[in-house]
């Protein structure tokens, strides 16, 4: 399989009262043209580690690695320039706060044409027609409606699903997908990932898949890293899921809630500090 | 049931702007009993949230009651309406304010309603969620999205209310923390008798937190189930039928 990105010793780190904070520590894998899920516990730096590769480590953090390469290019020393060919157009993310990534002032369909930067022998018809389809293909009921509307009158999951029709219209190399389902009924939440899927399969699409449902991810990715307290502490096939060796990993599958009834209270965690270290 | 806390009748919620005119909520009505977890699944954008915001007086309600304790409830809601009911909101980055540090997010609702022991309730209340004080003068944007969750679970159990209205309260949670706070939630209706109306996408979640739920669909609720059909995958509509299944995880069209 050929390589997309590689990352090498990432490190992530922010100055807080109590000193510097070291949030991503030492994070290294590789991406090819497949499904690679990140699973991990709230804090635990899945955030930071897709925001830094695409640069967009929030001030006044600083992001180092000692390889940062995406399809041969060097993250480390990329221009602004070099970014804005980048961002949008081969790589994007799909943050976990759709809302919070969404302009409040702006339609939704306003900021979809935007994404699609229509020109290039397109008509804007073309381009509006474009953009309406991406809304009806992630299961918006009324994308006419959705088009001219501004965020906060959409509910949690359509804020989430136009956020990805907005990072799938430009059909990037690389997508990094931050809980992208979280607020998705189950149903949708099939169809919006056969989206995903097909881009993978089809186009080729290099997928970072961040998600703390453990059912979906290792029903849905190839690969699935496991990070623990800024480090991926494990390593999967991402159907072996089940037969994790850390304890961490382990513990996580025991936490969950069942539909067919189960234990009360939840099994919980006892964290070790050792898998801290 | 016994006493009934919180009761909805035939509540119709209808946004308007300029041609657009959209029947978020059409007749819903359900009981809450006191003490009792109460259930909504259903369709992204079939009006979940809508009924909760209603519920607190922050939507556009064009028909239907909504009573507390038998009594229907005044607009605006007064104060003493937010001291026994306290909500949850979905999307905990707009319901945080940007440049407030969570200490100031929790000691602000103790201050309005005259709360002693502000200190040891604070220290509580993020114990409570599984945050050390390390978190305390932090400001949103430096917190993770569970994080932030959190900090909002912990504002509305800090006030003490009767009713804790939670939209999806632990979506954005990984497993552990996710059963922390369900452990949580189960443990104080248990000792102090709160009565729980939860959204949340997961079908387990609700089987494990609920009693009775109904499944909403495009403004309506189509079907009421307890927590025994549900488990049994016991399902009357095919909506409720599809939510099951799909909930085994994701399979290859
Ligand atoms: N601006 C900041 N200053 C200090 N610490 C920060 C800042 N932003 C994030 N952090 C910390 O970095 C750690 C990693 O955050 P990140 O958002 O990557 O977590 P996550 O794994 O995505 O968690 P979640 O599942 O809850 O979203 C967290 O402990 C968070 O509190
Ligand atoms: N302020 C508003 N103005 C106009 N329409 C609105 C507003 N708030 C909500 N809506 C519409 O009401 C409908 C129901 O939204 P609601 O947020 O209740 O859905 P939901 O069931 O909570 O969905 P989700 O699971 O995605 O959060 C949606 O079609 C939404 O676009
Ligand atoms: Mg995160
Ligand atoms: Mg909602």
Redesign the pocket.
Known sequence: MTTLLTVEDLRVTFPTRQGPSEVVRGVGFTLGRERLGIVGESGSGKSQTGRAILGLTPPPGKATAKVLDFDGIDLRAASAATWRRLRGARMSMVMQDPKFSLNPVMTIGKQLMEALKFGAGETRAQARARALAMLEAVQIRDPERVFR?YP???????GQRAMIAMMLVTEPDLLIADEPTS?L?VTVQVEVLRILDRLVRERGMGLIFISHDLRLVSSFCDRVLVMYAGRVVEELKAADLGKAQHPYTRGLMNCLPKIEGGVRPLPTLERDAAWAR | MGEVMLSVEALDVT?R?GGDT?R?VRGVGFDVARGESFGIV?E???????VLRAICGLAPTSGGTIRLKGQPLPDPRPATFFRAVQMVF?DPYASLHPRHTVDRVLSEPLAIHGFDRREERIEGALRDVGLGPSFRFRYPHQLSGGQRQRVAVARALILEPEVLLLDEPTSALDASIQAEVLNLLDRLRAERGLTYVMVS?DLAVVAHMCDRLIV?QHGAAVEELTRAALSAHRAATDYTKKLLSASEGFTPA
């Open positions: 509307a906060h009158e959409l509910s949690g999951g359509m607020a009924d | 946004f702007r959209v978020a259903g992204s954008g079939s009006g979940k949230s809508t979905q996408h909403m």
